[in-house]
């Protein structure tokens, strides 16, 4: 398996665990939930942003992707916004960010990854 595939998949069990641990705390929200509720509303919000990055990763993975397609989903992470990370988010993000650096200057500046904003 390629490193870039490693890391989409890493990607995607991070996706998972994450998503489990939103709709954890949206099943155990108090109720009843007011609509101007931030909270709940944030958390709703954000399991619909994890179930969208990680559909665009599991068509990545499914389909035996090319390098392009991995680069760019791993981009498209890397650049979204990402408030309350924890440590582990953040080392991921460090890592992916990383790995396409390292990818760009292999290819002179020339990659996809070139595109994507780092942090």
Same mark, same amino acid.
Request: hydrophobic share 40%.
């Given at each position: ?38 909270? @709940?509303? @944030? ?32 981009? &498209? @992470?890397?650049?979204? &916004? ?30 996809? &990854? ?6």
């Amino acid at each position: 398996m390629t490193t870039l595939r490693l890391l989409c998949v890493e990607l995607r069990d991070h996706l998972q665990r994450t998503r489990r641990v939103i709709e954890e705390e949206i099943r155990s929200y108090p109720t009843p939930i007011p609509r101007c509720d931030a909270q @709940f509303n @944030f958390l709703y919000e954000h399991r619909a942003r994890l179930s969208q990055q990680l559909e665009h990763v599991n068509r990545v993975l499914e389909a035996n992707a090319s390098v392009d397609s991995m680069v760019d989903v791993i981009a &498209a @992470f890397v650049a979204c &916004a990402h408030s309350g990370s924890n440590a582990e988010e953040q080392a991921l993000r460090a890592r992916l960010s990383e790995a396409i650096g390292k990818l760009d200057a292999q290819h002179g500046g020339t990659s996809r &990854a070139a595109d994507a904003p780092r942090r």
